[in-house]
Structure formats: structure tokens, C-alpha cells
């Protein structure tokens, strides 16, 4: 059994920074392309950031230059610093792993539950 649980999330003012993370647990070998999505009420998930295991990162255009994600592969966590937030991030942020393996499987599209930013203007 593996999770991933995510926390950080809360309520600040525009241009005010946060960071959430995201820990996998589990007896886990390795854990691929980690990722940040996020959801605002009334619209479709939508991709902020991906890293790869190496440490390789991409983000959607609405955040670049804003937002780094970053990970320890030994604590098995991925970050997700935002800074200048703007109201329009606002937003359920959720944590995505690609796959994740351990000892008896490959798990695939692995997604924590979620936590709440909110940015007020």
C-alpha cells in the first residue's frame, strides 16, 4: 500500500508565498515523475509542475517564474515553493507520482487527497 499525503496548503494574500509538500509512504524502491496539479472550483485539474527522479522540472506557463518544485528522493518528498501568489491560484493542489515500486508491484498514476490554497486579494 502506498499514499501520498500532502500539507502546507492554508490562506494568504496575493503576492505572498507558501509551500506545500507532498511525502510518499509505503515500502517503496523508487517513485518516478512527481507532480503538482491543481484544481479550481468549477474547472478541470490542470498540470503547475513535474519533476523527474534526476531532479528535471516543468511548469505550465501560468506559474513559470513563480512556482520551483523540488524533491528528496530519500524522504521521498516533493515540494512545491509559490511565491507572488495571485488570486487566481487559488486552487486544491494535488500531489501525482507516475508510478511508484515496491516490492510487489508497480503502482501507476498515484495522486495524494489534496490541500486548499487560497489567495485572497
Known amino acids: 500500500q502506498v499514499q501520498l499525503v500532502e500539507s502546507g496548503g492554508g490562506l494568504v494574500q496575493a503576492g505572498e508565498s507558501l509551500s506545500v509538500s507532498c511525502v510518499a509512504s509505503?515500502?517503496?524502491?523508487?517513485?518516478?515523475?512527481m507532480g503538482w496539479f491543481r484544481q479550481a472550483p468549477g474547472k478541470q485539474r490542470e498540470l503547475v509542475a513535474t519533476?523527474?527522479?534526476?531532479?528535471?522540472?516543468e511548469y505550465a506557463d501560468a506559474v513559470k517564474g513563480r512556482f520551483t518544485i523540488s524533491r528528496d528522493n530519500a524522504k521521498k518528498t516533493v515540494y512545491l515553493q509559490m511565491n507572488s501568489l495571485k488570486p487566481e491560484d487559488t486552487a486544491v493542489y494535488y500531489c501525482?507520482?507516475?508510478?511508484?515500486?515496491?516490492?510487489?508491484?508497480?503502482?501507476?498514476?498515484?495522486w495524494g487527497q489534496g490541500t486548499l490554497v487560497t489567495v485572497s486579494s
Open positions: 519533476i523527474t527522479a534526476s531532479g528535471s522540472a
Open positions: 509505503g515500502d517503496i524502491f523508487t517513485i518516478g515523475t
Open positions: 501525482n507520482a507516475d508510478s511508484i515500486v515496491t516490492p510487489r508491484f508497480r503502482h501507476r498514476e498515484v
